[in-house]
């Protein structure tokens, strides 16, 4: 006689089993018993052996696009509990890269345009921008909410008391530092982008306060160079009246190049490019250009300070569009004028 | 009223006439060993758009056979030929003196040079005959490659054979001098023989290591004698009238305000070629060769040898003398600056 009942385990294990079936479906929340496991791999690797392999990379294009198109397939996996917020917030943090190169060219057809004094030209690039601007602030918001929830961290509560997430190990803390940056820039890109991607600005005064759980000096002055960029923007967020934030940037140039990682500088020189501070943008820029050759790169994060060197491009290039029509020409990075340098050095009197 | 918009309309189209006619494209014969991709032939698009904004329009040919470049300028195929000095030689003996053996012993003093040469002063100077000099680029000094790093004085070249590019009588004349054998040789081949080594010594600039391979050659044996033997330059030399005067000094002005971009890139092949390639030579040793380069150089500025016999006359007295004040400066104590026979 055929007696199904003796495929199920044993009767004293069977409500164990039942309760966790039940548990699987009461829970609602899509736990899957291959999905989930799956994606706490794939979460596992993305942080264990991807992120730092691409954090040492050197191709800036290549790494936006594997946040583009791995970030939907990794992220989905929150849909069945995997947690992938972490890397998840990295990726993000990628993704917005590519969104800004894309802005930024629209950025310098505008300058080109209005070089040109071509009134269509420059609404249609002014549109584009704002709209690609618009998508940058939306990637790099992702990756501020998600580097928050990952840490556990809420902005908006710490007011009175910092109380600072726990880090593993220094990718923890680099993740948190991107997801702080991604908060600040995603305010001033959607400041470019005409507030469509509807940033809060009380993030700006968040992330200052989450800033001073980063060791500044560790991380080449970086969050340091964080808080004095909204110290910039908001005056009263100075835990102090008398502390100058470019005096604080200023110093933290050696720190980044100390540290292996320029990052700092580049957001030294958007801010002056922001405020319309000509002779800082002028003088971090040369001493980018002045400093490549005695400058050594932190090997594990290289793509970080590359991703730096681009944003300190960007801003030569929009300033060399504006002046000129075009951006930096070869060999021209660290000076903000095409106006040959006079060789008063070499006297060719009586040679001929 | 009718009378004043007619006069105007005809003003205009006297305009984009005369702007047309300015902005016609010159045919400009290009040498590059590698063709359009060459750094040769990229420096001269940016030299064309520079030129854009003095309302010359250059239209670059791409010539990989420096002879036949030669050839097409000739015949008249093309107004404007960019070369080697060693080529353009012919159309203007000053400025083809550039590259006399020895005279130019470091880049700070080709920088000098080169600005005296852009400057006003030097127009006269430019032009020769049918033909005007407008721009002048380095393309970085050129160096001893040899297969045995033995080979370190003057005095080990004696019977080695050396390429030489056969059109250069100034080289063969050197070798001659050294006693070395000249294997006749052009700038598509040497790079071969070199790498076979069917000859001991070839002479190139620091762009030819890897762009013709010869660290093949040099290999573990082998290497690059520090001291440059003579400073190569690319030429623009355009037939007389294709510019007015003013235009081919802003010319050469424009070619000017591209040197330090120029030489960042040669530095770059300098810098490439592997530390322990590069063979150095005694200061002492240094002091000798330039004495040596020097006779050699007035005897091919005079057509005799210290013996009387005739040999070709190839250098230009008065760029040895710009020459030698330029290395004076530099070097004021040095026993040529107040030799009897002083450049």
Redesign the interface.
């Known amino acids: 006689m055929f007696k199904p009942l003796q495929l199920l385990p044993s009767r004293s294990l069977r409500p164990v089993l039942v309760a966790l079936v039940a548990s699987l479906f009461v829970a609602g929340c899509g736990i899957h018993p291959i999905y989930t496991p799956t994606g706490q791999v794939l979460s596992g690797y993305g942080e264990s052996h991807a992120t730092p392999y691409v954090l040492e990379m050197d191709d800036i294009g290549m790494a936006c696009s594997l946040g583009e198109s791995l970030d939907p397939l990794l992220y989905s996996f929150k849909r069945v509990k995997a947690n992938p917020e972490t890397t998840g917030s990295l990726l993000q943090v990628l993704a917005g890269i590519c969104a800004e190169r894309e802005a930024v060219e629209e950025e310098l057809r505008y300058l080109r345009a209005e070089h040109k004094n071509d009134l269509s030209g420059m609404r249609d690039a002014r549109n584009a921008m704002q709209r690609k601007y618009g998508a940058t602030a939306n990637r790099r918001l992702k990756a501020f909410n998600r580097g928050m929830t990952a840490f556990r961290f809420d902005p908006a509560s710490q007011v009175e008391e910092l109380d600072c997430p726990c880090y593993r190990n220094d990718q923890d803390e680099l993740t948190f530092m991107m997801a702080l940056l991604s908060g600040a820039q995603a305010v001033l890109d959607d400041a470019k982008a005409g507030g469509r991607a509807g940033v809060s600005r009380s993030l700006a005064p968040q992330v200052e306060r989450a800033a001073a759980c980063l060791d500044s000096e560790k991380w080449g002055g970086l969050p340091g160079n964080i808080r004095a960029v909204i110290w910039v923007l908001l005056p009263d967020t100075r835990p102090d009246d008398d502390l100058d934030p470019w005096a604080v940037m200023k110093a933290n140039r050696e720190v980044a190049m100390a540290a292996g990682m320029r990052t700092a500088m580049a957001l030294e020189l958007v801010m002056a490019e922001n405020v319309g501070r000509t002779e800082t943008v002028a003088e971090v820029l040369a001493f980018l250009a002045e400093s490549e050759e005695r400058f050594v790169v932190r090997p594990e994060y290289q793509l970080v300070d590359l991703v730096g060197m681009e944003v300190a491009l960007f801003v030569s290039d929009r300033i060399w569009t504006d002046r000129y029509g075009y951006r930096t020409p070869?060999?021209r990075f660290g000076r903000i004028s095409d106006e040959?340098e006079q060789?008063e050095s070499?006297?060719?009197e009586?040679?001929? | 009223m009718r009378l004043r918009s007619l006069t105007a309309a005809a003003l205009v189209g006297l305009a984009s006439f005369s702007q047309s006619h300015a902005s016609e494209a010159i045919d400009t014969c290009v040498f590059d060993i590698i063709g359009s991709s060459g750094d040769q032939y990229q420096m001269m698009q940016d030299y064309a758009l520079n030129m854009r904004e003095h309302g010359v329009r250059l239209d670059l040919i791409p010539y990989t056979d420096e002879s036949v470049a030669l050839a097409e300028f000739s015949s008249g195929s093309c107004d404007i030929l960019v070369a080697t000095d060693l080529r353009t030689r012919r159309f203007n003996r000053f400025t083809g003196t550039l590259s006399a053996v020895g005279a130019i012993p470091s880049y700070d003093e080709l920088?000098?040079v080169m600005?005296?040469l852009a400057?006003e002063?030097?127009a006269k100077h430019m032009v020769n005959g049918d033909y005007e000099v407008l721009g002048i680029f380095p393309l970085g000094a050129g160096y001893l490659f040899v297969t045995d790093r033995s080979i370190d004085t003057a005095a080990d070249l004696a019977g080695k054979r050396i390429a030489t590019l056969d059109y250069q009588k100034d080289a063969i004349h050197m070798v001659n001098y050294v006693n070395g054998s000249v294997e006749p040789s052009d700038i598509t081949n040497f790079g071969g023989k070199f790498n076979n080594r069917s000859v001991d010594a070839a002479y190139a600039p620091a762009f030819a290591y890897e762009a013709l391979e010869l660290y093949r050659g040099v290999s573990d044996d082998g290497g690059i004698v520090r001291y440059p033997l003579a400073q190569l330059t690319a030429q623009v030399i355009a037939r007389k009238g294709v510019v007015d005067s003013e235009t081919a000094q802003k010319a050469r002005e424009v070619a000017y305000?591209m040197f330090?971009?120029t030489m960042?890139l040669i530095r770059r092949y300098e810098e490439g070629i592997p530390e322990s390639s590069w063979v150095d030579i005694p200061d002492k040793d240094i002091d000798d060769y330039q004495e040596m380069f020097r006779q050699n150089r007035i005897q091919l500025r005079d057509g005799e040898d210290s013996d009387g016999n005739s040999v070709s006359q190839v250098y230009d007295g008065d760029m040895l003398t710009?020459l030698r004040?330029?290395r004076c400066?530099e070097n004021p104590d040095a026993s040529e600056c107040t030799a009897s026979d002083r450049e």
């Open positions: 070869s060999n040959q060789d070499i006297n060719t009586g040679l001929l | 920088k000098t600005k005296v400057s002063g030097a305000s330090d971009d960042e710009l004040r330029v400066r």
